[in-house]
């Protein structure tokens, strides 16, 4: 594991659990973001598992751009699996991952 904070850890955390209600309110929060992580031809390599990381890290909620998966809703829970994530949600060929900042959560779900 090469992280740069030394509290960080690089294995995954188990992910949150959600309601359906939480799940809908963060797909809401995540209508305006971009995607931050784009999943290539590769699929599902450790520099993705380490981007993904990084940006749950700095932001809670992302959103990943899959490159024409076969089976959307798999390859989309196989990223949330490998973040420690929850899957909020896929719209299209982008998937909605939510995992709760561990000192410092900034988004708040009812």
Do not use: F, N
């Not at 030394?6 to 973001?33: D, F, G, V």
Request: aromatic share 2%.
């Amino acid at each position: 594991c090469h992280s740069r904070a030394p509290r960080r850890s690089c294995a995954p955390m188990p992910s949150p659990a959600l309601t359906p209600r939480q799940r809908r309110a963060l797909c809401a929060k995540a209508h305006a973001l971009d995607p931050v992580v784009q999943l290539g031809k590769a699929g599902l390599t450790p520099g993705v598992v380490q981007a993904l990381d990084s940006a749950l890290w700095a932001h809670e909620l992302i959103k990943v751009q899959m490159r024409r998966p076969e089976d959307k809703k798999a390859e989309a829970q196989a990223l949330a699996e490998a973040a420690g994530a929850c899957l909020c949600g896929v719209v299209g060929h982008v998937a909605i991952l939510y995992r709760p900042h561990p000192e410092d959560p900034r988004l708040v779900i009812d």
